[in-house]
């Protein structure tokens, strides 16, 4: 195969690979301070997108049209409101129920999910069509050979990039990041050393939240289209993404996310007769992966106490 | 009758029953909004009137005391609400609907809410039994209720791959496997063409001894609705799963399932083969999916991989937790709630997923075992009302 082709390949397998991880470290965020599954957060991913659209929609009206300023304010808006968002399901729906079987968490912000995407369907205007998202980056494409390298492409990829880094600096490197990592390792003892437990738990709900909010924004400008579905598989993928590398493990939610996109694109590349067959083949691989690590493949280490 | 004054008599439970089941047959039959809203209302009264003079209370206590008469009389009243709207096509298809997910809800509750293994993916073992009759039916000679069982056993081989995933993986990597599975599923259904791919296949109606189903009866000649013959059929499918099922929860096995259930730890250092118990509750839920889903199919004709999406999973699982996980009798009211009212409402259609949500939401927050949770096992329910 022609090594531009490849190329190609490997550059959208990397787009995918950068917005599968950003989710799935909202995943394994909420995972690692609360013990939670939070399913609702493909859809504060589409919730993100929409907000920023109509942002969008609003800035037009209002005459401004520099695509740097409606960019910035889309952003500013969509993950402010996501990061809320995100706050309100911790505080309203998922703390409560802190010390309720994980299961009715995990169902329950199942259906939170379901309620945010049906509301965007239903009161969005024309909702349950896809909206075409506008393009802000510039499209001025560099040729090399058979690879055609756009610059939103590289813009969305290094904005991932940089954003992934930052995210794991403030985890690894800022108080704020070693009191969700104290929460995470013992919830109980991080208290009695005098951390606001349920602050660091907000927190981390409105990084995640925020983080989704700027996937869902990135995947709008990459595809110019967002829909009321987008969020479920997205949400899906990343889950998947952050378990198979291993919950709670911020690096094992970049690998997973990494991974799931290398599967989808490897079937492309090596068999593109199965081109459609895809997404069985990833989730087929995510299973048998779970059967040989069954704690992920960064596992967290852990012994039940009786 | 031998009953003492602390033993309640049969007669309010076959009220309520009655009740119920002529509320059913109204619910059923009127389509004017207006009326709807006006039963909805009256219902709602009744119910609040019996919870809080606790009729409700004593139509639990008469129901558990006589349940073998009960069993009956809910058939009887089943047969009653046929019989009444033996002329309502979309009804009857409404009720067997309603039927068909009780008993693949069954299956649920098995796995869930008896031995507490998770399926996110109840919609695919469904779907596995749908396709199975849909190929099975449409290309043998099989005999149509052998049909039925092989849709069963079909979804029970598919539910068989999952086995080594799902035993070695436990909590949110458990529910990870069935989730992935179930999309997996109907991803796999929309680009398989030999298996109709999105458009999806037309499946041959039943038949059972040279019986065609979809034919009506005649009787006394009025041409009854060929929806009765379904109706009949899928009831009779729930009963026969409501039979096994109540066996299995008073068996040894179901009280085993329990403990798997209640601390997986403990039952293994009581010498309980863990593994052996989640794979028969995993297996036999399956089958039982996978044989409504085979019904499910020749009763509509027609199905396409969006009728058994992750949403359909999560109807499901929504069913039995409005109804209280594991308790088989609140799977009805649940199933009905949630399936007949969209339809009749038609207002709310296109709403249904969102009230859903926020039904489940609400559920979830102020009682979460559901809103009829199961009651603790009493090991010999009459007598133990007639000593106390």
Known sequence: ?306 | MFSTDKSPGALPAVLGVMAIAVFAMVLLRIHDQWGLLALGVIAGIALLLAVRTGAAAHFERAFAAHERLMNGVVVVAFLGVIAVLAKQDFSLLILSTVLLYCVACMGLSVQLGYCGVMNFAGAAFFGAGAYTAAVVGGHTGLPHLLVVVAGGIVAGLLGSVLLLPVLRTRGHYAALITVAFGILFRSFLEVNNTLGGPQGLTVPGMSIFGWSLNKGLAIGGITLSFYVNYALVTLALAIVVYVVTRRLERSWVGMHFDAVRIDELAASTFGLNVQGLKIMAFVIGNVFAGMAGAVFAMMTGFISPTDFDFPTSLVLIAIIMLGGIGNLWGILPAAAFVLILPEKLQFIQEYRFLLYAGAVILVLLYRPAGLFPRRLRRHFPAKAVSRT
Not at chain 1, 185 to 211: P, R
Not at chain 1, 265 to 286: E, N, Q, R
Request: proline share 3%; net charge neutral; with cysteine.
């Open chain 1, 1 to 306: 195969m022609d090594i531009g082709f490849l190329a190609q390949y490997v550059l959208s397998g990397i787009m995918l690979g950068v917005v599968y991880a950003m989710v799935a470290v909202g995943f394994t965020l909420y995972f690692g301070v609360l013990d939670v599954i939070n399913f609702s957060h493909g859809d504060v991913l589409t919730a993100g997108a929409f907000v920023s659209l109509a942002t969008y929609l609003g800035l037009r009206a209002t005459g401004i049209d520099s695509p740097v300023v409606v960019l910035t304010i889309m952003l500013a808006v969509a993950l402010a409101t996501m990061a809320l968002l995100g706050v309100l399901i911790a505080k309203f729906f998922v703390l409560p129920l802190r010390h309720a079987p994980p299961f009715i968490t995990l169902l329950i912000t199942l259906m939170i999910g379901i309620a945010i995407r049906e509301s965007i369907r239903l009161f969005y205007p024309s909702g349950s069509n896809p909206q075409s998202f506008p393009q802000l980056l510039p499209k001025t494409a560099y040729h090399w050979g058979n690879l055609i390298v756009r610059q939103d492409t590289l813009i969305l990829i290094v904005t991932g990039l940089v954003v992934i880094a930052l995210v794991n600096l403030f985890i690894n490197r800022t108080r704020a990041g070693l009191a969700i990592r104290a929460v995470a390792q013992d919830g109980e003892t991080a208290k009695v050393m005098g951390i606001n437990f349920e602050w660091v738990v907000l927190l981390a709900f409105a990084l995640g939240s925020a983080l989704a909010a700027l996937a869902g924004v990135m995947n709008g400008l990459y595809y110019n289209e967002v829909n009321f579905g987008t969020g479920l598989m997205l949400g899906i993928i990343g889950f998947c993404a952050a378990v198979v590398g291993g919950l709670g493990n911020i690096y094992g939610a970049i690998l997973g996310g990494f991974l799931f996109a290398f599967l989808q694109t490897i079937v492309v590349v090596a068999v593109p007769s199965l081109t459609a067959y895809k997404d069985v083949f990833a989730f087929g691989v995510i299973i048998l992966l779970m059967v040989i690590k069954p704690t992920g493949m960064i596992g967290e280490v852990s012994s039940e106490r009786v």
